[in-house]
């Protein structure tokens, strides 16, 4: 899948200054931290759950612990994408039971990666309350769930594709929407 460059969402410092506006806004819907954990959704909800992480700790003096869940094995297309899909590890080193858990995702679209992430955490445990944070939110629902924090809400296309470049992976950093180009 490929596509042609129609603009620029949001440059390092859009993507800065919304994984600060989640952080915020993360602390003040749980009112602190207590309880409070985040769970980046591999591959890059993991380098934004860690920035939203960092953000906290600098302006609440608490470090939340932070977990890894890969969802490979919940997907409902797992049969569509690879015959032998990678499957990472899950790295969530405490327990989720009683806690508010904040998954983190780069781009909320159909829902079905957060369907699996909830899939996924509910057999880690059980979690008081499962919240999701997300960059973008492209809109397309095919499931009934929505993002509790979101970075920039943008309306789409099908036919448009949400690129997130993370320095950490993609080595630049930047939100663009594409054009989808059929090969």
Request: net charge negative; with cysteine.
């Amino acid at each position: 899948m490929e596509g042609i460059t129609k603009s620029k969402i949001l440059d390092a410092d859009g993507i800065r200054r919304a994984i600060t506006r989640i952080a915020h806004e993360i602390v003040e819907k749980n009112k602190g931290t207590d309880g409070v954990v985040l769970v980046g959704i591999r591959r890059r909800g993991v380098p934004l759950a860690e920035r939203i992480q960092r953000r906290i700790e600098e302006f609440e003096g608490v470090k939340l612990p932070l977990g890894i869940l890969d969802i490979t094995l919940y997907r409902d297309d797992l049969s569509l994408i690879d015959v032998q899909p990678v499957v990472h590890q899950t790295e969530v080193p405490f327990t989720i039971e009683g806690k508010t858990v904040v998954l983190v995702d780069d781009v909320l679209y159909t829902g079905r990666t957060a369907r699996a992430a909830l899939d996924a955490t509910m057999d880690l445990g059980r979690a008081e309350k499962i919240q999701l944070a997300v960059l973008v939110d492209r809109g397309h629902r095919e499931l009934p769930i929505r993002a509790d924090y979101v970075g920039k809400n943008l309306p789409t296309s099908r036919r448009e594709i949400v690129s997130v470049c993370i320095k950490e992976i993609d080595e630049t950093e930047e939100v663009l929407l594409l054009e989808r180009v059929d090969k």
